[in-house]
């Protein structure tokens, strides 16, 4: 039997915006497993182990609107994501795809309704930030930071044994293992980038969120992020996924709409990406009246 999580609009006061899931993963870097959204438990980005079984839930956006003020930030958003798929989301800056996220994560009051269907009992629910925000001079390590995000154990202990083994292996298959000892403040926006992708394969979610993890990587990062989405979609793992990149959108989702404060396309990459849908999502003024 479906399970099925329903947000309500019309119920904005348990849309808390002081969520323990944040833009700065840092901050929230003292234990949130004890976090819910609605029941549903939130856990940092992850991936399966290899073999396992796992079945993303379906979600489904159904006319959601977001004032803020006198701004109107979403319009009447509806779109569906279907269980296990990759779905991205594209759009100019300030067209509203963030403040759609903080919705699904429970960070934003809005109307309309969003349900998230789980195929048995409520999975985790995995968000990997688009950059870190924290203070550069702190002398806080790779090894600390993982500590910090992956074990209820305090950071300033070390990472504890029952940890230790899958922390070492997350940052080998990013290729950060030579760097654990590097403080954070002293990475390139790259490899701090590499860490979050990391911490983000401990624990395993059913539904990840990911926001713009491209944006600080270079090639070689490039190739170890695709290969992560490889894992997750044949993990069964349903991703939402926003990205400026087009052409890595058009190569690896399954699905993408284009959202400019409302939705302007929802199609598969080849009929959603043309030259001329791409000009109307991106000529639109996200501030325009509907």
Known sequence: MTVKESISAQNTDSM??????????????????????HGTPLSRAGSLPQGALSA???????SISLTLGRTTILDNVTFSVQPGSVHALVGPNGGGKSSL????????????HLSLQWPGAPGTIGYVPQALEFDRGLPMTVDDFMAAMCQRRPA?????????????????RVGMQDKRKRRMGALSGGERQRVLLAQGLIPAPQLLVLD??????DEAGIQVFERLLGDWRRSGITVLWIEHDLEAVGRLADR???????????????????????????????????
């Not at 002081?18 to 003292?30: P, R, T």
């Not at 993303?56 to 159904?62: D, I, K, R, S, T």
């Not at 713009?212 to 990587?217: D, F, G, R």
């Open 16 to 37: 808390n915006p002081q969520s323990n899931v944040g833009a700065s993963l840092l901050a929230k870097a003292s234990r949130q497993s004890t976090s819910s959204l």
């Open 56 to 62: 993303g839930p379906a979600l489904e956006f159904a």
């Open 101 to 112: 996220i903080k919705t699904l994560l429970g960070q934003m009051p809005h109307q309309g």
């Open 156 to 172: 300033f202990l070390g990472l504890s044994k029952h940890y230790a083994a899958a922390i070492g292996e997350a940052l080998e």
């Open 212 to 217: 713009e993890p491209m944006s600080a990587l």
């Open 256 to 290: 993408v709409t284009g959202l400019n404060r409302r939705v302007l396309f929802d199609a598969a990459p080849q009929q959603a990406l043309t030259p001329e849908r791409l000009l109307t999502l991106f000529s639109t003024h996200p501030r325009g009246a509907a």
